[in-house]
């Protein structure tokens, strides 16, 4: 039985060609991993939930004897109609947790198959297409020839037809094989075949582990208004939402940071100056304490004295999370400064003074 190896590759970054070659070997001095059997459920799909009639008629499992190698081989037969206007059917694996760590940082996928001289296509699936328009690459089988196929990641592109989605192969969700539109021709009747063995994943070199970015903001000098806020509490209030406050973290429970800030105000102050974590997103309803319980004396909002317009203060202190936040969002971990006063509660601009800015000659953020 004739046998014939297919890789892919490019040259100068942009020729895409499928070369024949007589061998396995890529050639080259860089030693790399050996390639990974992939390992899970096989299955298949067609397109008989958008009303299609394209069909697998088979899928068999057994060993076989190619080549002189007893394989295990994947057996798959089927139809393909136009009942549905794009119809198709195909087959893949329900592949275990280790091969799908595998594909994460794999440097190429590869597979032997005899099949039937129509085309197909290897679709690698991600999370973040969400139109269906997967990544893919699309091979042309030789009628009942053994032929290899190596695929390097960076040659998995999506059909023109979706919505460009960048590849991340840190987002897959499995790998599929699909019949190609190109021979779809008959409106009932298109039959197809293939026999394939041995899916592997090549498994790139590790990775170095990311440096641990350290939550900590440092915001300088800056001024923040707190609003009056009678309409829905009894002071004023103003809530700093900067993505560069927390560096992305997503506060969580049993956090720990230590706060550090100078400021002065704008006039005096009524009461007592509260602060601390809280999410105002609309999925937190528009408020979330995340550092204090609401109506707790136990764990409550920490403060400071009442303070004179100009007068100088500050203060260290320990905040621990004891509710998590939303998202990572900036805007659902922020940090809430608010002052009680006289006012109308439930009027909006009744406070009997008006809005007070605090100027912040340091405000520093260090998760513990």
């Not at 990974?36 to 499992?61: C, F, K, Q």
């Not at 099949?115 to 973040?128: N, P």
Request: proline content about 4%; hydrophobic content about 35%; charged content about 20%.
């Amino acid at each position: 039985m004739k046998k014939t190896h297919k890789l892919a590759f490019a040259i100068l970054g942009c020729i895409l060609i499928t070369v024949v070659l007589s061998c396995a070997s890529t050639g080259g001095n860089k030693k790399k991993l050996p390639p990974v059997l992939a390992t899970g459920e096989w299955m298949t799909y067609n397109d008989r939930g958008s009303d299609g009639g394209s069909s697998i008629s088979n899928l068999e499992i057994k060993e076989e004897e190619i080549d002189g190698r007893l394989v295990k081989v994947y057996h798959v037969t089927g139809n393909v109609t136009t009942k549905f206007e794009y119809g198709f059917a195909g087959w893949g694996i329900d592949a275990d947790n280790a091969t799908m760590e595998l594909y994460k940082n794999a440097e190429a996928l590869s597979f032997y198959i005899i099949g039937d001289g129509k085309r197909y296509s290897i679709k690698f699936k991600i999370s973040s297409v969400e139109d269906y328009c997967y990544h893919e690459y699309t091979f042309t089988t030789t009628d009942g020839e053994v032929e290899y196929f190596e695929i390097p990641m960076a040659f998995f592109m999506q059909p023109s037809w979706g919505a460009p989605i960048k590849f991340d192969p840190t987002l897959v969700t499995g790998i599929e094989w699909q019949t190609h539109e190109s021979w779809r021709t008959d409106p009932n009747n298109n039959p197809f075949e293939i026999k394939m063995w041995d899916f592997m994943v090549h498994p790139g070199k590790p990775k170095p582990a990311a440096k641990e970015v350290p939550v900590t903001g440092v915001l300088g000098a800056f001024d923040l208004v707190l609003a009056d806020n009678f309409e829905y509490g009894d002071g004023y209030q103003g809530v700093i939402r900067t993505a560069n406050m927390l560096n992305g973290h997503k506060l969580t429970v049993g956090d720990s940071f230590s706060v550090k800030f100078t400021y002065t105000t704008s006039r005096d102050l009524e009461e007592a100056l509260e602060f601390g974590f809280v999410d105002v997103t609309p999925t937190a309803n528009y408020w979330k304490a995340l550092s204090w319980q609401d109506g707790s004396t136990e764990i409550g909002m920490p403060s400071l004295p009442a303070s004179k317009a100009g007068e100088e203060v500050s203060g260290e202190f320990t905040l621990t999370i004891v509710n998590n936040a939303t998202s990572a969002a900036a805007a659902a971990n922020g940090f809430v400064f608010t002052t009680k006063g006289q006012g109308r509660k439930g009027v909006a601009n009744s406070g009997a003074r008006r809005a007070v800015t605090l100027s912040f000659k340091e405000f520093t953020l260090v998760k513990n």
